[in-house]
């Protein structure tokens, strides 16, 4: 290895720690709507997990992005704030997978399927893994309220947004596809 790649590589561990430290520090307060209530920053590092892991996904800023991927939308966290400590391109990823909780429930829910296929490459990968990341909570942990119907209504929904998103990463398509076949 040169001096320059192992300077890279340094870097680019860095920048994921520190992605995964503002995230666990902005998420510090919320807990997963399973049953026992599981830190929610188990949730980011799974789609980071996942990512890695089943997708074979490298590139740092899509990682990076999936740790932060839920800080705008559900914490005090802003685009300049992101955009400050990860930079564009990261800041920008988030963005687009960020809902607008200005907007009611279902018309969050149908600006996430029109918008998927129109997404980026890295938003893509990250809807990908957020995905696959939920269906597998539902089906082993589902939330104490949530009837079946509920889940299935759920199950159908991410579906259809992921069908926006394919032929971004068979890998993660398959492992969204194992996932969606377990929704009973």
């Known amino acids: 290895m040169t001096d320059s790649t192992v300077a890279h590589s340094f870097g680019e561990a860095r920048r994921l720690i520190h992605a995964l430290?503002?995230?666990?520090?902005?998420?510090?307060?919320?807990?997963?709507?399973?049953?026992?209530?599981s830190p929610y920053i188990n949730h980011p590092i799974a789609l980071a997990h996942i990512l890695i892991s089943e997708g074979g996904v490298s590139d740092a800023v899509v990682l990076c992005a999936a740790i932060l991927h839920d800080t705008i939308e559900d914490t005090k966290t802003t685009y300049a704030e992101l955009k400050s400590n990860f930079g564009t391109e990261i800041a920008d990823v988030v963005m687009?997978?960020?809902?607008d909780k200005s907007l009611e429930k279902a018309e969050r829910k149908k600006l996430q399927i029109a918008h998927a296929a129109k997404a980026s490459p890295r938003a893509k990968l990250v809807k990908l893994a957020d995905k696959i990341a939920n269906l597998r909570d539902l089906a082993s942990t589902p939330p104490h309220d949530w009837s079946i119907e509920r889940r299935?209504?759920?199950?159908?929904?991410?579906k259809q947004v992921i069908d926006g998103v394919r032929g971004t990463n068979p890998q993660l398509e398959a492992a969204f596809d194992k996932a969606y076949a377990a929704r009973g």
């Open 152 to 158: 299935r209504d759920y199950f159908d929904w991410a």
């Open 21 to 37: 430290a503002f995230a666990a520090h902005k998420h510090r307060d919320q807990r997963r709507k399973d049953k026992d209530a």
């Open 96 to 99: 687009e997978v960020t809902d």
